[in-house]
């Protein structure tokens, strides 16, 4: 028996209503040519819009009902002139990231072909790498305060939460993976020279993973110098794994190397699968460009691949799917309708459609 995968499918807001249905058809696609299994539920939970009909980003039951999905299959939130960013993101996304435990958030940094690189003579293959975010705990933490607020005393405290616990499952996932790749490489960024505590900390974490992985070469990198090295060396990464804030740093810095963010993807795993992941595209609801049909869906569809890669860990079915999916969108970039950001003229529908029908005919 095939297994079914259920996915909960949210547009959310913005121009992520109009990429989630091209990611779907694509996924649709996909499936139904190595035969495996999807059910789809759409849910329009996760919105300004329901915010604005409801007071609240999602239903009391969401938790009951999303947590028997196999995966969420996110489009964007967000609408500032509707609804404050705080209300929307963590009424919602920030909700599913903590809730459901997605403690790794993973970003592809990878140059396709037909692309045009920012950084000069970089061909595909010179930047394939993955960072992996820390993605619950770190710099990114409500504790702290104010004090003698408005006098010359003021002062501002705020705390960072490293646990062991939290350490160590980043690290052994991002060391898992080096261990799974053909490099063998891992890079640890951090900043153990300016952060006194938490970082040494981090060092001493990385340095006892490292020890369970002896085929893995690790190299500790502060964050400035590794900034740095994404322009002028990306071809020396293979997986980079960081703490919360220098990952959200860094996963906004490898995209950028290799192009628009319309192309830029990411999940967010629960690796035990204890509850659903997330995949979803980098880019937010982009206000600026919705309704104009001009959105790139890339991202989106390539978030698809990443989620069938996910699940199907096990099924050969459905790592043939993504691969088949990765190699539609490469024939699009080489030669197909591309949207306004890359410099085409085609409509978000109609690179969907293209990508699914290589699909279809490949
Ligand atoms: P968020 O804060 O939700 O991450 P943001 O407001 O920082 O989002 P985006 O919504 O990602 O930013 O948009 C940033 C810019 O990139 C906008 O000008 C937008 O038009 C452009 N952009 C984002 N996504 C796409 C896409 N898929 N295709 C084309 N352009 C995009
Ligand atoms: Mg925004």
């Known amino acids: 028996m095939?297994?079914?995968y259920k996915i909960a499918a949210i547009p959310g807001d913005g121009i992520g209503i109009e990429v989630l249905p091209e990611g779907l058809k694509v996924l649709q696609a996909a499936a139904d040519k190595h035969q495996i299994a999807l059910e789809i539920t759409q849910f329009d939970w996760a919105s300004c819009d329901y915010y604005l009909e409801h007071g609240t980003m999602l239903p009391d039951n969401w938790f009951e009902v999303l947590k028997n999905f196999d995966a969420i299959y996110f489009g964007a939130v967000g609408w500032?002139?509707?609804v404050p960013d705080h209300i929307s993101l963590w009424g919602s996304l920030l909700q599913f990231r903590r809730r459901f435990d997605q403690y790794v958030n993973l970003?592809?940094?990878r140059l396709l072909p037909g692309v045009p690189c920012p950084l000069a003579?970089?061909?595909?293959g010179d930047i394939?790498?993955?960072v992996v975010r820390e993605n619950t705990e770190g710099e990114y933490t409500?504790?702290?305060?104010?004090m003698f607020e408005g006098t010359e005393r003021e002062f501002v405290l705020q705390e960072s939460v490293f646990t062991r616990h939290g350490s160590d499952r980043i690290l052994k996932y991002a060391f898992e993976m080096a261990n799974n790749r053909d490099k063998k490489k891992i890079t640890v960024a951090t900043k153990s020279?300016?952060?006194?505590?938490s970082m040494p900390y981090w060092d001493e974490r990385a340095e006892a993973m490292a020890a369970q992985y002896p085929e893995v070469a690790m190299d500790k990198q502060h964050i400035d110098i590794l900034c740095a090295r994404f322009v002028l060396q990306p071809n020396r990464f293979d997986v980079v794994v960081a703490s919360n804030l220098f990952g959200d740093i860094l996963s906004d810095l490898g995209p950028a190397c290799t192009g628009t963010i319309g192309l830029a993807a990411s999940a967010n795993l629960n690796p035990e699968r204890n509850f659903p992941s997330l995949f979803e595209p980098v880019h937010g609801s982009a206000p600026d460009i919705f309704g104009k049909n001009i959105a790139n869906p890339i991202a989106m569809i390539w978030s698809g691949a990443m989620m069938l890669e996910f699940l199907g860990e096990q099924d050969e079915r459905a790592q043939t799917a993504a691969a088949d999916i990765m190699q539609a969108i490469e024939k699009l970039l080489l030669s197909g309708p591309k949207t306004p950001d890359m410099?085409?003229?085609a409509s978000t529908q109609e690179v969907g459609s293209t990508i699914a029908q290589y699909l279809q005919s490949s």
């Open 2 to 4: 095939n297994k079914v």
């Open 121 to 124: 003579g970089r061909e595909p």
């Open 193 to 197: 020279n300016g952060v006194a505590v």
């Open 107 to 109: 970003r592809p940094v």
């Open 128 to 130: 394939d790498f993955y």
């Open 343 to 345: 410099g085409g003229s």
């Open 80 to 82: 500032p002139d509707k």
């Open 142 to 146: 409500s504790v702290g305060g104010r």
